[in-house]
């Protein structure tokens, strides 16, 4: 069996979307709390010595450091044959989910997320423009969801891992009480907390946190 490293800081969504998908096809890995907030990953030293590209997460597979969530979910769901499209029709769909995820879904989630809730000061102007973005992307999300269980039909894929990862974590770093916002998507979070082995990120991944400023500054979305 492969001997998985993950490199990560506990409210990366992206680090949760590899500790996810590892734990549901029942591998382990040591975790490597990285100290993103102190800046380690913008260092020349950390740079050269763990990514290149400066950032969290990176998955050492038998001391091979890789670098980027989605081709390495896709090489996890081709390894253990779980999680994957299992026709042409799926895997293409798989993917149109998964790159709109990358590109339009996490992408803002992550940087709303992070502004908000993780720095002290934030531009209301910024988190304006965020929050209309993400209203629209969780918008065609919902609208999706009513239509079936999961992203690419009646079966969880890497797709569902990918979109949900930055979408599960509390409702006072998102700023979302989905149950209320988007019903459809909150069933589905559901849906994927119910899979044989599900844990969320701040239980996989443990560590020294960021400060959080959003509920005590009283932040709204």
């Keep these: 069996m492969p001997a998985y490293r993950l ?102 989630m992550a940087t709303y997320r992070f502004l908000r809730t993780f720095t002290p000061s934030p531009d209301p102007q910024v988190l304006t423009f965020l929050r209309k973005r993400l209203d629209d992307y969780l918008g065609i999300l919902e609208q999706h969801l009513q239509r079936q269980a999961f992203a690419i039909g009646e079966r969880a894929t890497i797709a569902d891992i990918s979109m949900m990862a930055y979408l599960h974590f509390p409702a006072d770093e998102t700023g979302y009480d989905f149950a209320t916002s988007h019903p459809a998507v909150a069933a589905w979070l559901l849906r994927i907390a119910a899979l044989p082995g599900w844990r969320s990120a701040y239980d996989l991944l443990p560590g020294q946190r960021l400060k959080h400023y959003a509920q005590a500054q009283g932040i709204s979305g």
């Design 7 to 108: 490199h990560y800081f506990p409210e990366s969504g992206n680090s949760y979307k590899l500790a996810l998908m590892l734990t549901l096809c029942g591998q382990t890995f040591e975790p490597v709390w990285t100290d993103f907030g102190g800046g380690i990953t913008r260092t020349t030293e950390w740079r050269r010595s763990v990514n290149e590209l400066g950032e969290i997460p990176v998955l050492e597979v038998d001391g091979e450091r890789l670098t980027q969530t989605a081709p390495i979910l896709l090489m996890l769901a081709r390894q253990y044959g779980r999680f994957g499209g299992e026709t042409e029709a799926e895997q293409f769909e798989l993917l149109r989910w998964l790159f709109w995820d990358n590109h339009k879904l996490t992408g803002t």
